[in-house]
């Protein structure tokens, strides 16, 4: 009967979370961050995923923080970025 309910639980959380169903079943706290960009066009967004051990989630965030405050003062980043903005804005015209 256990066997049967817990087959069933991950067969659920499977269905649409191929990414995320490992971390989703276990529990641990994790997050998705900007990574930057594609070096190629179009420059798409690359996610970078941070997992954490159970009840660690501070230091989750504390690591995802850290990562955007070095990135962010990436002059490289912020030239993308830049361009990816002014793109957006002249699709929506």
């Known amino acids: 009967m256990l066997y049967g309910l817990c087959t069933e639980y991950l067969k659920e959380h499977a269905r649409n979370t191929d990414n995320t169903f490992p971390v989703n079943a276990t529990g641990n706290p994790a997050l998705t961050i900007n990574a ?52 957006m804005k002249s699709q929506k015209h």
């Open 36 to 87: 930057g960009f594609s070096s190629s066009e179009p420059r798409l967004p690359i996610g970078m995923t941070m997992i954490g051990r159970h009840f660690e989630d501070l230091t989750v965030l504390r690591l995802a923080h850290a990562y955007e405050r070095l990135r962010n003062a990436s002059p490289a980043y912020s030239d993308v970025e830049t361009r990816l903005r002014s793109a």
